[in-house]
């Protein structure tokens, strides 16, 4: 029903900056959150930044600030990342809450390092 798809992921060095971009396919019958989630090696998964259906939006303490959440229309998800840390590097996953299901993308990968 619903397919999502990351990207933008890729290296970059400690300090610079990067978007990671979620789209969504497929029919959008309800309105939705989403969420951006990461897993670094040896890790848990974790959330990082949630966008309410209202557009209200919480962060990870370790990446206020520094990261920011938003979207574009319906089906695009953006998560600007700034001032990035090697401790950042992980496999970053789209999540959605629509049509009363959670929505997994299959992850980008961010890798911070000099």
């Known amino acids: 029903q619903v397919r999502l798809q990351e990207s933008g992921g890729g290296l970059v060095q400690p300090g610079g900056s990067l978007r990671l971009s979620c789209v969504a396919s497929?029919?959008?019958?309800?309105?939705?959150?989403k969420a951006w989630y990461r897993q670094a090696p040896g890790k848990e998964r974790e959330l990082v930044a949630h966008?309410?259906?209202?557009?209200?939006t919480s962060y990870a303490d370790s990446v206020k600030g520094r990261f920011t959440i938003s979207r574009d229309g319906v089906k695009t998800v953006y998560l600007q990342m700034k001032t990035l840390k090697p401790e950042d590097t992980a496999v970053y996953y789209c999540?959605?809450?629509?049509?009363?299901?959670?929505?997994w993308g299959k992850g980008t990968l961010v890798t911070v390092s000099s």
């Open positions: 966008i309410s259906s209202g557009g209200s």
């Open positions: 999540k959605w809450d629509a049509n009363g299901m959670a929505y």
């Open positions: 497929g029919t959008i019958f309800s309105i939705n959150t």
